[in-house]
């Protein structure tokens, strides 16, 4: 029954999934409320992970979670789940992409859904922020680090071994 329950979740999160893995978050918080499968901070845990490793993150994100609640197998249907609805979708944008290429309305609808992904890139903003702000030294690493990738761009592999190092000297 899990599987089920879990391949169905994610399946509605691949659907609104629009503008990246950064969206599923609050999609995430919502499944951590509704089911207790895991908390906000096991959340967090799981998006920094995410973004860690090679992929990507909204994908990583249904791997980890469908692990955690199901297994091997609750990761695998989490993952299909996620992937399914894209995969509809360009299947069938392919079928009549050609005919509707010049449509204003189409371009007019894909040019409306984009202040719907800004807004929910910047709540799931907010939640993680909620969660990893929490002391003087997360917020003071945080703001360290966001001015020095302001001032002095290099990669983000560089930032993130600085942030890991930093974490454990000051015990983050």
């Not at 990738?149 to 000051?170: Q, W």
Request: hydrophobic share 55%; aromatic share 14%.
């Amino acid at each position: 029954m899990i599987y089920l329950v879990l391949c169905w979740e994610f399946f509605k999160i691949g659907l609104f999934a629009i503008g990246g893995g950064l969206v599923t978050v609050p999609f995430l918080f919502d499944l951590a409320e509704k089911y207790k499968w895991f908390t906000t901070a096991e959340l967090a845990d799981m998006i920094a992970i995410s973004q860690s490793t090679p992929g990507p993150i909204g994908i990583n994100m249904a791997t980890f979670a469908g692990y955690k609640v199901g297994g091997i197998y609750g990761g695998i249907a989490a993952t299909l789940s996620e992937v399914l609805p894209a995969m509809i979708i360009i299947f069938m944008i392919c079928k009549i992409l050609d005919k509707w290429a010049e449509n204003p309305y189409i371009s007019r609808i894909l040019q409306g859904i984009r202040p719907a992904v800004l807004a929910l890139i910047l709540y799931a903003g907010w939640d993680i922020a909620k969660i990893s702000l929490t002391d003087y030294k997360n917020a003071g690493l945080f703001t360290a680090l966001l001015l020095a990738m302001h001032f002095y761009p290099k990669s983000p592999i560089f930032y993130i071994l600085l942030a890991a190092g930093a974490g454990i000297v000051f015990h983050i």
